[in-house]
Each structure stands twice: as C-alpha cells, then as structure tokens.
C-alpha cells in the first residue's frame, strides 16, 4: 500500500514559521526584514509588560518591551500571528494551580480584547514547563505551546503543548538546517522549520545578518508554505479529520478548510466540505 503523505496548504511539502518572544522594540525590524522575503510567524507577548507610553530606557538598555500604542502600531502592519506569553512573564512551574491559571487566562483575555482576536497560542516563559502546566494550558483553551527545545529536524510535531522548535536563529547549524531544508526534494514525510527566538538579541549580538542570510535562503521556494503558527497547528488539526474508505479510494473532508495529500503516485486536493474519490 502506498504511503499516505500529508501536503500543506496548496500542495506544498514544506512550511516554514518563525516565533519571537517579549513584544520589543526589535521586532519592528524583524518584520521589515522577514516580511521583504514573504516569511511569517508569532509574536508572544506579555500583555501585563506594556511600559508607559513615555518611557525612555537608559542608554545600553537592550530588552526594550514596547509600550501598547507602538506594539499596536507596528504589529497591525505585519500578517503575524500574536500569542500569550504569561500575563507578567511568570514561569508556569512551581506556580500554584490558580495563579497559573490567572497567568494564562489574563494575558490571552487581555490580547483578544486589544487585538480584537482569538488567542489560542503560547510560548512557555524561560521556557519553563511540566505537566502540570501543560494540563493548565489545556483547561485555558490553548492548543499549542512552544518550548524551547531544539530538533534540528523538520518533523511535524507530536506533542502540540510541548511544541520544540527546529533550532534557535543563534544555533550554529542554522544556515546547515536551512540549506537542507530548501534542498529536500519532496520528502515521505511533510517538512516544517520552525525557527524561534528574540529580536532583541539580534542587536545585542549585532547580527541581524543571520535573519536576513536566513530569510534570504529559504524565500520565494513554491514548495514552502510561509506561514503563522496557528495557520499550521490548524492546518494539521484539519488534515486529522479526514476520512478515508478502506480501500483508499474516497476521502471525505468535514472541515472548512481545503486539505492536500500525496497517496503514491497522486497529488490529491480535497476541498474543504467534499467527498472524493482519488
Ligand atoms: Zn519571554
């Protein structure tokens, strides 16, 4: 029987997001590079952080978190998605259960209501969690959460809650992993780079030429889907609902969205509501 592979949006094998943390001054020059080679990602913030609209860090201050009038500012100017991060950036672990709870809860209420959205994303404070965390997120209706582990692969992931990423932009292996990445011709298995970190460190590091070399490498592929992390996590979510005959002649699709696959030979698209045979 042949392998049954699943496509991303369009046909493509791979996808390819980013995830930057703390809503700082940095991310405005983030987007304007990333977003001149069509790449998209999430922003994780921390909507209990917001300095005052007047603030002025002294000279060598690097963490600048932006106030909410310039985050509003320069994030309605980019496709991003905007996820949680903890109200006040409190490591999830060790917190009792409510307070945890009152962590996650404010800061996704809080963000919904400034951007008018659905939050349903978060990346774990010092990337900091355990079970009982995850079980936390889960009861606040969040559906994925990135840690900060690195695969140096491009596996989809297993565990949405303890979401690792392929590599942080500071990893030695970055332009190894983004060569491979772009090279792989279509694989048995659908692709994702999911590179994380935080613009800030571009400038205390004074090296934005690693995410503009990034960028550059791997845009404008029409095999990569560039994409949020919540467009891939539903993505995924969608393509588990398909159903399938026995004999692996008919699919139905229940889900809104329309889903690609490869099953041998075939490149089938199945679109969103339908049945078909294949
Ligand atoms: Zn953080």
Redesign the pocket.
């Known amino acids: 029987m042949p392998n049954l592979i699943m496509r991303f949006k369009d046909g493509r094998p791979k996808a390819l997001t980013l995830s930057y943390?703390?809503g700082v001054e940095q991310d405005e020059k983030l987007i304007s590079i990333v977003e001149k080679y069509g790449l998209k990602g999430t922003f994780?913030i921390?909507s209990g952080c917001f300095p005052a609209d007047d603030i002025e860090y002294a000279p060598g201050t690097i963490h600048r978190r932006m106030p909410l009038k310039k985050l509003l500012e320069v994030y309605s100017k980019s496709s991003w998605e905007i996820a949680a991060?903890a109200y006040t950036?409190a490591s999830l672990v060790g917190l009792p259960a409510n307070v945890a709870t009152d962590e996650i809860l404010r800061d996704r209420k809080e963000l919904e209501r400034i951007f008018n959205t659905i939050i349903r994303g978060f990346?774990y404070?010092?990337g900091a969690y355990d079970d009982k965390s995850v079980e936390i997120l889960k009861n606040c209706g969040i559906c994925y959460a990135r840690t900060v582990h690195s695969t140096r692969d491009f596996r989809i992931p297993q565990d949405w809650l303890r979401l690792p990423a392929t590599c942080h932009h500071n990893d030695p292996e970055l332009m190894n992993l983004a060569e491979r990445f772009v090279n792989t011709e279509k694989c048995g298995y659908p692709m994702l780079f999911y590179l994380w970190g935080?613009s800030y460190e571009f400038e205390a590091q004074d090296n934005w030429d690693v995410i503009e070399g990034f960028a550059e490498t791997v845009s404008g592929k029409p095999d990569i889907w560039y994409a949020t992390n919540i467009e891939i996590y539903d993505y995924c979510q969608a393509f588990g609902q398909l159903i399938f005959n026995t004999e692996m002649t008919m699919c139905s699709n229940p889900t809104s969205f329309d889903l690609w696959f490869s099953y041998g030979d075939k490149d089938v698209r199945i679109p969103a509501g339908s049945t078909i045979s294949f």
Do not use: Q
Request: proline share 10%.
């Open positions: 943390d703390d994780n921390n991060h950036h990346a404070p010092y935080h």
